[in-house]
């Protein structure tokens, strides 16, 4: 069966490869070289050298970055299309009498671009007109060559694998939220009926910090690599076609992701904001100091940025009398390794040292690296934002898309760490489905909990309680 690359193995820290196995400089085929690298091309020319033929077959970093980035100039359905008719015409495939020797040697290439395909970018494959692209291709090779007919069936079947488990996941996320809702109607109508708070749940700071890094982790392996580009096709879209734009905008799972971090701010702050008594608040804000410092050292930025954001809340940092009470050195320190100033200078640094560690570590524990996704997303935008997709002559600006498959490529080998912890379902299903506060609903537990102080938070509490009221 055909193997695909590592990622972290195709873009090295040395500078990832876009050698392409001959030494060229200028203008060959339409494809523009600047000291041996492959800087631009026309999209035609760009199509044609990911195409194998029975002597070539294109690098791996190439493969990766053109399927990543094609997408911006036209759709993989379409490019799918186009590789196999090129592939049937310069091999003749739809001769009679084929050459057998040549189909030897281009058959396993063929197979390896598609086996690549459908692992790295399953999701292209949700497409029906994908699918029956793929079939058609993998019935020419199977019925050509009978030793690749079991590649072919087992290249099949992982991807059906694949895409069942994206659609069981994405009815367990439907399942989860109808859960929460439906939790948070009961809290409102009989508070008391489920009030329990997170340290209930789990009193231990390091195994709530393992299960958090749990559910990161699983969300973080439905990502798919093209969703960081789907998340501003609708801008890059060379030919303003909005049927191209709706079959492109698909990245409910990188949405999803965003989604449960602000989840997880809301439930920080909610579980501080509920305890009536002030030293059940300055207890819980403790826990969650302790929480973060362990996601900390286990690798988990995401949820580490997650938990200080929810602290951070308006409703939740104004609680003097609550802060007054702990030793927040701790938290200074987990802030200031998150801190925003500088482009995020201690995070990158920090960022930088898990990954090192990763690459080096022989425990599973200390390969995790989960970055703080709203700021790669950012990175990624900007990338974009600050580079033109093509240049003066038309040409692919080729060039970008090596730098936006180096920063996607980190991300998919940090997304394949299976995580090493103990799963507690108690523990998961509280983090995901326990109700969690709207940003008034926090205002007015906070000032329930701590009086206002001044006339412009007296005022917001009068019309968040006349508000509530008058839904009640």
């Known amino acids: 069966m055909p193997q695909t690359p590592t990622f972290a193995a195709m873009f090295n820290s040395s500078g990832y490869s876009r050698h392409l196995y001959v030494t060229r400089e200028g203008n060959c085929g339409g494809l523009f070289y600047q000291d041996n690298n492959l800087v ?32 911006l100039f036209i759709r993989p359905y379409e490019l799918l299309a186009k590789v196999c008719l090129m592939c049937i015409e310069q091999q003749r495939l739809n001769e009679t009498i084929l050459d057998k020797a040549k189909i030897r040697k281009f058959a396993p290439k063929i197979v390896q671009l598609l086996y690549n395909w459908t692992e790295t970018f399953p999701y292209d494959f949700r497409d029906e007109r994908m699918m029956r692209n793929l079939k058609d ?3 020419r090779i199977a019925a050509m060559d009978e030793l690749h007919r ?5 290249m099949t079947q992982n991807l059906i ?20 809702t439906d939790r948070l109607t009961v809290l409102r109508t009989k508070p008391q009926s489920i009030q329990r708070d997170i340290v209930t749940i789990c009193n231990d700071p390091y195994t709530l910090a393992q299960q958090l890094t749990h559910i990161e982790l699983e ?3 439905h990502i798919g690599p093209e969703e960081f580009v789907q998340t501003f096709a609708h801008k890059d879209l060379l030919d303003n076609n909005k049927s191209c734009i709706n079959d492109l905008k698909k990245t409910s799972n990188l949405e999803a992701y965003v989604e449960w971090f602000n989840r997880l701010s809301y439930l920080v702050a909610t579980e501080i904001c509920m305890p009536v008594k002030k030293k059940h608040r300055a207890r819980i804000i403790e826990y969650f100091i302790d929480v973060a410092r362990e ?12 938990i200080i954001s929810g602290m951070n809340m308006s409703p939740v940092s104004r609680l003097k009398k609550t802060w007054s009470k702990i030793k927040t050195a701790k938290f200074h320190i987990l802030e200031h390794q998150m801190d925003p100033s500088s482009n995020f200078y201690n995070y990158r640094t920090a960022l930088r040292g898990a990954a090192q560690r990763s690459t080096t570590a022989h425990s599973t524990r200390e390969k995790i690296v989960i970055p703080f996704c ?15 997709n093509r240049l003066m002559n038309g040409h692919v600006n080729f060039e970008k898309f090596w730098e936006l498959a180096k920063q996607v490529s980190e991300f998919m080998t940090w997304k394949q760490m299976e995580c090493p912890f103990e799963r507690d379902r108690k523990i998961l ?23 206002p102080e001044n006339n412009v938070e007296k005022e917001r509490w009068k019309t968040l309680r006349s508000n509530f009221l008058s839904r009640v």
Do not use: W
Request: glycine residues 4%.
């Open 374 to 388: 709203s700021l790669l997303i950012k990175d990624i935008y900007f990338l974009n934002e600050g580079c033109a």
């Open 219 to 221: 969300r973080l392996s």
């Open 295 to 306: 996601c900390f050292n286990i690798g988990n930025f995401n949820s580490l940025m997650a």
């Open 137 to 139: 291709m993998t019935h």
């Open 161 to 180: 694998r694949k895409l069942a488990a994206l659609n069981q996941y994405e009815e367990v996320l439907s399942k989860l939220n109808a859960s929460a």
């Open 40 to 71: 631009s091309g026309s999209l035609e020319a760009l199509i044609q050298h990911l195409v194998p033929t029975a002597d070539y077959y294109p690098d791996k970093t190439y493969i990766f970055t053109f399927l990543l980035s094609s997408r």
């Open 429 to 451: 299903q509280y983090l995901l489905t326990a109700p969690v506060f709207s940003e008034d609903t926090l205002y007015l537990a906070s000032y329930g909990s701590e009086s």
């Open 150 to 154: 079991k590649s072919v069936q087992q």
